[in-house]
Nanobody
Framework: VQLQASGGGLVQAGGSLSLSCTAP????????MGWSRQPPGKERELVAR???????EYGNAVKGRFTISRDDAQNTVWLQMNSLQREDTGVYYC?????????WGKGTQVTVSS
């Protein structure tokens, strides 16, 4: 499963960014989708995920600031990131999961400056 992520970049603290990720239209509706991130010098951590049925879950660090959404008709998942903090800096990875497999896209850099 090939995932194509876009978005990211450089933003000042307090600002917003949006990431998007597409997966093949033929299977998108059968995929659970999500985002993880790897801050500099730290391990990868869950940011948010959304199930095939639209149930969203968030990592504690981003609750109330980030919103994950999906549109099966556009085979796209979005991550809206608001009130960004320096601690949100890292490489963000889109992933897709079935019941027995997981697929990762190439990371996209998000840098939050003070």
């Amino acid at each position: 499963v090939q995932l194509q992520a876009s978005g990211g970049g450089l933003v000042q603290a307090g600002g917003s960014l949006s990431l998007s990720c597409t997966a093949p239209a033929s299977i998108f509706s059968r995929l659970d989708m999500g985002w993880s991130r790897q801050p500099p010098g730290k391990e990868r951590e869950l940011v948010a995920r959304i199930s095939r049925g639209g149930r969203a879950e968030y990592g504690n660090a981003v609750k109330g600031r980030f919103t994950i959404s999906r549109d099966d008709a556009q085979n796209t998942v979005w991550l809206q990131m608001n009130s960004l903090q320096r601690e949100d800096t890292g490489v963000y990875y889109c992933y897709a999961a079935t019941f027995n497999n997981a697929f990762w896209g190439k990371g996209t850099q998000v840098t939050v400056s003070s």
